[in-house]
């Protein structure tokens, strides 16, 4: 019995090695269970559809279906006791992804576009931001990224054509959203797309970054441009401690042409009023101007994973100058540029997921009081000087004093650009959040505060104190139901009413506007 029970294990374990030995060669299983999913083509989305509700709105009826810029400024925004504001904006922002086999996934083609309305707006047109009429069949796609990424090496990437600017130093189509508002500048300087070449190389403990972007091309065969340049490196320091620096260097030719529609872009353009940047106003005189910023920033564990304590911040200052014509080709020196604004972020993960977190968060940006009567700007400039976002500061938990995140064709907070039209910034954020649900529901409660660095004419430093909070249910990964909300008490920072160029501080008004405040239930899907 022992004997046969021996030749039995024998002939078994010989037929399972026989079999091991053959298994991934045979054509049932190389076939049907492959080792690695080999996709050339594939398709991401982001799904955003909400229901808001205000007491903001615009005063301009050309705005009603989208408005971008600062509350209260040249966008005609408003806020009233009267009415509030009720809608439902739909957006969808499909990727489209190739990598063909011929080239052994060293070449990558990237499209990706917005699709977006306000329900019940209009049918039977064209025109980005509209189509949610009766009967649709409106003509509204807007191409948001269309570029070829080459990687000719390991850890090296090579981007060419429409694509990201954002001011961090990692990968904007490797990294999360999330990651890119904490870490780098967190695209408070630079947060937008435009076309040109980059090139990275990653390390395992570094990364470096460098880039050349056409912002605006006139006559081509004329020096009036608009041009960024951009070197951005950062090293793993420790474990922990990350460690970065950057230069970025812009040369405006372009006199404020381009740019958005009508209202131009630059130092000298009505673009300014609308973003709540500083204008420089030099009248009908012909200017031109080169503007640098260097800067500095760093991080401790920045992916919240190695422990509770997550700290980053950045240092930047803006240098540069602006000359106007005098006469035929005699140019003078108009304005010397010099500004600085700092960052510090804190956070503590007190429990098992990153919900379960507290968040401070301190910013600080340099003001000018006296406007251009001494030959000097000593407020900031971010790339919202050019475009309409070009930099967007969403990551501090603020709605409506700070930007917010959720939205599709209504950007308008109080402080859209640090900047705050020259007159500084000192704010301050305290977040906090709780899982009450691990990874199935959480909520937030949050707050904000801010003052000016400089006093508007007629005003104080106060701008505001923002209440708000969210409850959001995650039906699956990266699908969620969420309900928002928010109060901001206005300061007295928009009693301002005397200043050469108060009327942008608080819409006009003879008084102090009405308290801002919003709330709306947004359902989110990113697919993939």
């Known amino acids: 019995m022992k004997r046969f029970l021996y030749l039995f294990l024998a002939l078994f374990v010989s037929a399972a090695a026989w079999a091991q030995d053959i298994a ?30 205000s007491d903001m709105y615009p005063e301009n009826d050309f705005l009603r279906g989208q408005i971008v810029g600062r509350l209260f400024g040249a966008n005609t925004s408003k806020t009233t006791r009267e009415h509030t504001s009720a809608y439902v904006e739909q957006r969808l ?39 949610g009429g009766l009967s649709a069949d409106q003509v509204n796609l807007q191409t948001q990224n269309l570029e070829l990424e080459f990687n000719p090496g390991k850890g090296w990437s090579i981007n060419l054509g429409l694509q990201r600017i954002f001011d961090t130093p ?73 460690l970065g620096a950057s230069v970025y260097y812009l040369t405006d030719r372009g006199n404020g042409a381009g740019g958005v529609s009508i209202l131009g872009q630059g130092l000298n353009s009505l673009l300014a009023m609308h973003n709540g940047v500083y204008r420089f106003n030099y009248g009908t005189a012909p200017y031109r ?15 919240h994973w190695l422990d509770p304590w997550m700290l980053t911040g950045f240092v930047n200052v803006n ?22 604004a700092a960052n510090l972020r804190a956070s503590y993960r007190y429990g098992q ?61 109080a402080v859209m650009d640090i900047s705050n039209m020259g007159y500084g910034l000192m704010a301050v954020t305290l977040n906090a959040s709780k899982g009450i649900i691990p990874h199935k529901l959480h909520a937030k409660v ?11 004419r007629g005003g104080g430093n106060v701008i505001g104190t923002e209440l708000n909070a969210n409850l959001a249910y995650n039906f699956g990964p990266y699908l969620s139901l969420e309900l928002h909300g928010a109060y901001m008490m206005l300061g007295d920072f928009y009693d301002s009413r005397q200043d050469s160029y108060g009327s942008a501080v608080n819409g006009g008004l003879d008084t102090r506007p009405v308290d801002p405040w919003t709330a709306f239930l947004v359902f989110k899907w990113l697919m993939f």
């Open 289 to 303: 101007a080169d503007v640098a910023w260097l800067g500095a920033f760093f991080g401790r564990n920045t992916d």
């Open 93 to 131: 922002i499909p990727f489209f992804i190739y990598t063909p086999h011929l080239f052994d996934g060293k070449v990558t083609l990237r499209a990706s576009f917005e699709l977006d309305w306000t329900w019940g707006d209009v049918a039977y047109g064209s025109g980005g931001n509209f189509g």
């Open 24 to 53: 991934p060669s045979t054509p049932y299983f190389s076939k049907e269970v492959p080792l690695k999913a080999n996709k050339e083509f594939q398709f991401l989305g982001y799904y955003i559809n909400q229901a808001v509700f």
């Open 353 to 413: 997921t990153l919900n379960d977190v507290v968040t401070l968060d301190a910013i600080y940006t340099s003001g000018d009081e006296n406007g251009l009567t001494d030959g000097r700007y000593s407020g900031v400039i971010t790339g919202n000087q050019w475009g309409a976002p070009a930099a967007i500061f969403i990551s501090t938990g603020a709605y409506i004093l700070m930007p917010h995140g959720n939205v599709v064709n209504r950007y308008t907070p």
């Open 446 to 456: 949050g707050g904000a505060f801010a003052l000016s660095s400089v006093q508007p």
């Open 319 to 340: 240098i540069g100058r602006s000359d106007t014509l005098a006469g035929e080709n005699r140019w003078r020196k108009a304005t010397d540029i010099l500004g600085v």
């Open 170 to 242: 990692y990968n904007p189509y490797r990294t999360t959203v999330d990651k890119m508002g904490v870490t780098g500048y967190r695209l408070a300087y630079f947060g937008t797309d435009g076309v040109g070449v980059s090139a990275r190389k990653d390390w395992d403990f570094a990364r470096l970054k460098a880039g050349y972007y056409k912002l605006y091309e006139n006559a081509t065969q004329l020096n009036d441009d608009v041009t960024l340049y951009e070197l951005t490196g950062e090293k793993d320091i420790s474990k922990t401690w990350k």
